[in-house]
């Protein structure tokens, strides 16, 4: 069995928009995306770490443990031997509290394919190749989201540019949600279930192609 890491944050844990709810497994995107791999044969096992408000190397100054390079290398150890690491972070980095740029978050990625590509994993085990996501952008934070996002709209602009060009430079595949899903209108920020299956469905061949393919550091 093949084992991939999608490390993320809420969008991916699957809060439905509007609440504090999840999305079943079988509809949140990971879950779909193992769901199509095994459906095309692929023996594999998706382990979700996504956790609500994860920013990718900054902290939240009033939740302890968001930055995602907090424990990061220990859950590479602690999974291995992964086939592939699926990275989705950088929106939280644009909360109205955060004064940072596309380029902030896109560096912020590249610190954490650094650290998942030295992690102390035990010897023989594979370095994992690394898939760079760039989530749907933020759309107009409304309800539940509207202070905590107030300006990412604006902050996040040129996102998906920004972590392609990382990508390019570290030698990651690069996939731009963007393209294919948007943030719901109910809150801005996260993704309804159609959203979800979407993006799911559309990253089984992505995935599929990259299973088994050794990385480069």
Aim: with cysteine.
């Amino acid at each position: 069995m093949k084992q991939i890491l999608v490390y993320s944050d809420s969008l991916s844990w699957g809060i439905i928009p509007g609440s504090r709810q999840r999305h079943p497994f079988d509809v949140r995107w990971p879950g779909r995306l193992e769901n199509g791999l095994k459906a095309a044969g692929d023996d594999v096992r998706v382990i979700e770490d996504c956790l609500n408000g994860r920013r990718t190397v900054f902290d939240d100054p009033y939740k302890p443990g968001r930055s995602g390079l907090e424990g990061l290398a220990q859950r590479i150890e602690v999974n291995s031997p992964l086939a592939l690491v699926i990275l989705m972070l950088g929106n939280n980095d644009f909360q109205s509290m955060h004064p940072h740029s596309a380029w902030h978050a896109a560096q912020g990625n590249a610190a954490l394919v650094h650290a998942i590509r030295t992690a102390p994993i035990e010897p023989g085990m594979p370095v994992p190749p690394i898939l760079l996501v760039a989530p749907p952008q933020i759309g107009m934070p409304a309800g539940t989201m509207a202070e905590k996002f107030n300006g990412g709209d604006v902050k996040c602009t040129g996102f998906p540019k920004a972590l392609d060009k990382v990508a390019k430079e570290l030698n990651c595949p690069f996939f731009d949600a963007s393209h294919i899903i948007h943030a719901s209108a109910v809150d801005g920020v996260h993704l309804d279930a159609h959203s979800h299956e979407t993006l799911g469905d559309a990253l089984v061949p992505v995935v599929a192609a990259l299973l088994g393919e050794p990385a480069t550091p």
